[in-house]
């Protein structure tokens, strides 16, 4: 158990519908990311929040949105859900302390996206 | 862009037997973080190994060893005494730590498969 939560499990949807995500962090970690891996494209990076403000941002579509709330959960809303959004939603958090120069990424367990 | 690069999509291994991932990857920058990632059918993310670029000395953990070639770009990693636990999928990521962001670009994977 890396201590990192997510909800749902699992998650089934119809095209067109919106869902939220949440997730969260291990105790003391400032920072969460979204991961998503699908068949075609693999295991990409989303977006990246460190106490509550954005921090890095990396493929995440126009329709995809993220935010951390002060109690440091995180939740990703998918929007206009498309077949091609199906996917495993992973959250991972870490220190970012910046006393060190790399802090270790703790992966959830992930959310199943299921469009139908 | 950070690219990551696993040219083995399948492999399979006897158990108890040893075996060599590839990954190479492609970056401009002189400090990075590399690590290897598996993913058993629970789907959870495990980090294996991580070795960091400034390091001469390949990292190892217990029966998981690498051999990073700096110059080559090149992080293959290296299971001996194969158990049928490590029949997974094995993801090689890559990490810079400039900007404030320490986000993963992962390869496509390779699976493994240990036959008893």
């Known amino acids: 158990d890396s201590g990192v939560t997510q909800t749902p499990k699992h998650l089934i949807t119809a095209t067109g519908q919106r869902v939220t995500l949440r997730c969260s962090p291990r105790?003391?970690?400032?920072?969460v990311y979204w991961y998503q891996q699908s068949l075609d494209q693999g295991l990409q990076f989303l977006i990246q929040?460190?106490?509550?403000?954005?921090?890095a941002k990396g493929n995440i579509l126009e329709r995809f949105s993220a935010q951390q709330f002060p109690d440091l959960h995180s939740e990703l809303n998918l929007s206009s859900l498309e077949l091609g959004d199906s996917a495993l939603y992973f959250c991972?958090?870490?220190?970012?302390?910046?006393?060190?120069?790399?802090?270790?990424?703790?992966f959830g367990p992930g959310t199943r996206l299921t469009v139908l | 862009a950070q690219t990551v690069t696993q040219s083995q999509p399948e492999m399979s291994v006897q158990e108890a037997e040893t075996v060599t991932l590839s990954c190479t990857y492609d970056t401009s920058e002189n400090n990075y973080y590399l690590f290897w990632y598996k993913q058993p059918p629970s789907r959870q993310m495990i980090l294996v190994i991580r070795q960091e670029a400034y390091k001469q000395q390949n990292a190892t953990e217990n029966r998981f060893s690498v051999n990073f070639q700096k110059a080559a770009k090149s992080f293959s990693l290296k299971i001996s005494d194969s158990q049928l636990g490590d029949t997974a999928m094995y993801f090689c990521a890559f990490a810079e730590t400039q900007g404030g962001s320490e986000k993963l670009v992962f390869g496509k994977g390779t699976k493994l498969t240990v036959n008893p």
């Open positions: 105790s003391g970690d400032l920072s």
């Open positions: 929040y460190y106490n509550g403000e954005e921090r």
């Open positions: 991972a958090s870490s220190v970012s302390s910046g006393l060190a120069p790399y802090n270790e990424q703790f």
